[in-house]
């Protein structure tokens, strides 16, 4: 046996573990020190951490007996048999190899136990009893965990470490995330970056690395992991687990529309632009109007065109020029335009005028679904009531109280709606209006950046659509209203204008104005 190579296997299964004197390192000077009094020649070392996941686990097992077969290492030493395993086919595993050859032995140290081909048979016994044992160790710390998750997850908190743009706060049992500054605002423009629909997943990973965003360990975050992130609902208020949805207690990071609209430009792949060093501004946003396929765009002696890729049937072979498309985008910009800040300031006025009638009827619905909210807390407590008096089975208690809980959010989601929707109202209203007036000037500035020409475009219109070299367009809706109603509204206070020019030299003029829905007549 002296002179005899061997191998180390050393695992914790959880930090309390590795914080109570069953560290790796404690493991393995343990090891060394019984290799060095038994004359063990130690070859290599195996270590498995607590954060290793079952996957990697297995590997370090397999790797572990396929290094001793290829060097031929008859010993492996181990601390105690529910280091080594925890499941009968790992212990088979090990049973296997140890056949193959009477040199080959296991020697769990603390236990002063030695495996090998020639153990008798109440050794065996005492072996197989082990394994057992070990296996019971690991199902009922298996059971306990999912039971102390499923209690954190009632609780409204992440039994996990949250996503980026959060961080962990609290001992033990009380953990609990809050947003991390330090972070959060970069995940938040991740989101409105990619709901804009200007970005492909490369081209926002790319984007998101150049402002600073990394991930736990300080590294990119590529584009799978950032498709993740933008589909995880932590952010905006809830806890994905086990594919259930739960309400979460901790603070949202965006808004539950925001995270919709990323939803939908997620699953719409076809119309999100793919990512080039030189992405051209009209990438994506313009169809064929022949054969619905997307344009197309290359450039040609410093100039970008598009055309018709042909990937349907389709008879389309013009090249439009980069220029000709937005030489017919720049009229649509002034149609739908206020002619001069006191037109867009008496917009403001009116439009707090008519959100009157919207106050009033949002103030009913906020007691109607705070009405509902109640209902359903006293419907989930008589449930559980019920359950607890043996009144109604414990299935259908949760079926009551899960339906009923989905009805609450839902009311509740609508109040947060509800309690924002006016600020939202004033500052949305006066942000169309003034990108409107300004649109133009933006788009040609010399300092708009092809990002800020696409994101503008995103807002003016829904989709355009190409025939020869002629675009045809659809606005969004907001600027589908301002395209009705401005020209009449710029009419109104041109004749305003005429009107009192004519007054100061006595001339009797009096035009009508322009109302918008809603608004009063004593404006």
Same mark, same amino acid.
């Given at each position: 046996?002296?002179?005899?190579?061997?191998?180390?296997?050393?695992?914790?299964?959880?930090?309390?573990?590795?914080?109570?004197?069953?560290?790796?390192?404690?493991?393995?000077?343990?090891?060394?020190?019984?290799?060095?009094?038994?004359?063990?020649?130690?070859?290599?070392?195996?270590?498995?951490?607590?954060?290793?996941?079952?996957?990697?686990?297995?590997?370090?097992?397999?790797?572990?007996?396929?290094?001793?077969?290829?060097?031929?290492?008859?010993?492996?030493?181990?601390?105690?048999?529910?280091?080594?395993?925890?499941?009968?086919?790992?212990?088979?595993?090990?049973?296997?190899?140890?056949?193959?050859?009477?040199?080959?032995?296991?020697?769990?140290?603390?236990?002063?136990?030695?495996?090998?081909?020639?153990?008798?048979?109440?050794?065996?016994?005492? =072996?197989?009893?082990?394994?057992?044992?070990?296996?019971?160790?690991?199902?009922?710390?298996?059971?306990?965990?999912?039971?102390?998750?499923?209690?954190?997850?009632?609780?409204? =908190?992440?039994?996990?470490?949250?996503?980026?743009?959060?961080?962990?706060?609290?001992?033990?049992?009380?953990?609990?995330?809050?947003?991390?500054?330090?972070?959060?605002?970069?995940?938040?423009?991740?989101?409105?970056?990619?709901?804009?629909?200007?970005?492909?997943?490369?081209?926002?990973?790319?984007?998101?690395?150049?402002?600073?965003?990394?991930?736990?360990?300080?590294?990119?975050?590529?584009?799978?992991?950032?498709?993740?992130?933008?589909?995880?609902?932590?952010?905006?208020?809830?806890?994905?687990?086990?594919?259930?949805?739960?309400?979460?207690?901790?603070?949202?990071?965006?808004?539950?529309?925001?995270?919709?609209?990323?939803?939908?430009?997620?699953?719409?792949?076809?119309?999100?632009?793919?990512?080039?060093?030189?992405?051209?501004?009209?990438?994506?946003?313009?169809?064929?109007?022949?054969?619905?396929?997307?344009?197309? =765009?290359?450039?040609?002696?410093?100039? =970008?065109?598009?055309?018709?890729?042909?990937?349907?049937?389709?008879?389309?072979?013009?090249?439009?020029?980069?220029?000709?498309?937005?030489?017919?985008?720049?009229?649509?910009?002034?149609?739908?335009?206020?002619?001069?800040?006191?037109?867009?300031?008496?917009?403001?006025?009116?439009?707090?005028?008519?959100?009157?009638?919207?106050?009033?009827?949002?103030?009913?619905?906020?007691?109607?679904?705070?009405?509902?909210?109640?209902?359903?807390?006293?419907?989930?407590?008589?449930?559980?009531?019920?359950?607890?008096?043996?009144?109604?089975?414990?299935?259908?208690?949760?079926?009551?109280?899960?339906?009923?809980?989905?009805?609450?959010?839902?009311?509740?989601?609508?109040?947060?709606?509800?309690?924002?929707?006016?600020?939202?109202?004033?500052?949305?209203?006066?942000?169309?209006?003034?990108?409107?007036?300004?649109?133009?000037?933006?788009?040609?500035?010399?300092?708009?950046?092809?990002?800020?020409?696409?994101?503008?475009?995103?807002?003016?219109?829904?989709?355009?659509?190409?025939?020869?070299?002629?675009?045809?367009?659809?606005?969004?809706?907001?600027?589908?209203?301002?395209?009705?109603?401005?020209?009449?509204?710029?009419?109104?206070?041109?004749?305003?204008?005429?009107?009192?020019?004519?007054?100061?030299?006595?001339?009797?003029?009096?035009?009508?104005?322009?109302?918008?829905?809603?608004?009063?007549?004593?404006?």
């Amino acid at each position: 046996m002296n002179n005899a190579k061997c191998l180390i296997y050393a695992r914790v299964s959880s930090k309390e573990q590795e914080d109570t004197g069953y560290s790796l390192d404690a493991q393995e000077k343990l090891l060394q020190d019984y290799a060095r009094k038994n004359d063990f020649g130690v070859k290599k070392a195996f270590r498995v951490s607590e954060s290793a996941s079952g996957k990697q686990i297995r590997k370090t097992f397999n790797e572990l007996l396929s290094y001793a077969d290829k060097n031929k290492i008859s010993i492996i030493l181990c601390e105690k048999i529910d280091r080594l395993t925890r499941n009968l086919k790992d212990a088979a595993s090990v049973s296997d190899w140890i056949n193959e050859d009477s040199k080959r032995e296991v020697h769990f140290v603390k236990e002063s136990f030695i495996v090998n081909k020639n153990t008798r048979a109440h050794e065996n016994l005492v =072996w197989d009893m082990k394994v057992a044992i070990a296996r019971f160790y690991t199902n009922n710390l298996s059971e306990e965990v999912r039971k102390g998750q499923k209690e954190k997850i009632s609780q409204g =908190w992440l039994p996990a470490k949250p996503p980026v743009g959060y961080r962990t706060i609290g001992e033990k049992g009380h953990k609990t995330h809050i947003i991390d500054e330090s972070s959060a605002p970069l995940v938040r423009k991740m989101f409105e970056l990619y709901s804009s629909g200007n970005y492909s997943l490369n081209a926002l990973a790319a984007t998101m690395h150049k402002e600073g965003l990394r991930n736990r360990e300080g590294g990119t975050i590529g584009k799978s992991r950032m498709h993740e992130q933008l589909s995880d609902p932590f952010y905006y208020g809830k806890i994905r687990w086990n594919d259930e949805i739960y309400e979460g207690q901790h603070e949202p990071l965006i808004s539950k529309e925001l995270f919709e609209a990323v939803q939908a430009k997620l699953i719409r792949n076809t119309d999100n632009p793919q990512y080039k060093t030189h992405l051209p501004v009209f990438k994506a946003k313009i169809k064929c109007d022949e054969c619905g396929g997307i344009i197309a =765009w290359e450039t040609q002696k410093g100039h =970008w065109y598009g055309h018709c890729n042909h990937f349907r049937k389709c008879s389309q072979k013009t090249y439009v020029r980069q220029e000709r498309v937005e030489d017919q985008l720049f009229p649509l910009f002034e149609g739908v335009a206020p002619k001069n800040e006191r037109v867009l300031g008496w917009l403001i006025k009116a439009m707090k005028e008519s959100h009157k009638d919207e106050i009033d009827y949002n103030t009913q619905k906020r007691e109607s679904f705070s009405r509902i909210v109640r209902t359903a807390d006293k419907r989930i407590e008589e449930a559980y009531k019920d359950k607890l008096d043996g009144k109604m089975p414990a299935t259908l208690c949760e079926k009551v109280m899960k339906d009923t809980a989905k009805e609450k959010e839902a009311a509740i989601e609508e109040l947060k709606k509800l309690s924002k929707s006016r600020t939202a109202y004033y500052e949305a209203g006066f942000a169309i209006h003034e990108l409107a007036l300004k649109a133009k000037a933006v788009y040609e500035s010399p300092k708009a950046k092809q990002d800020d020409k696409r994101l503008l475009l995103s807002y003016a219109f829904s989709n355009l659509a190409l025939k020869a070299d002629k675009i045809s367009p659809n606005y969004t809706l907001a600027f589908e209203f301002m395209a009705e109603w401005m020209p009449k509204l710029n009419r109104t206070f041109e004749l305003e204008e005429i009107s009192i020019n004519k007054a100061k030299k006595g001339i009797s003029a009096s035009p009508c104005p322009v109302l918008l829905p809603g608004q009063d007549s004593n404006l």
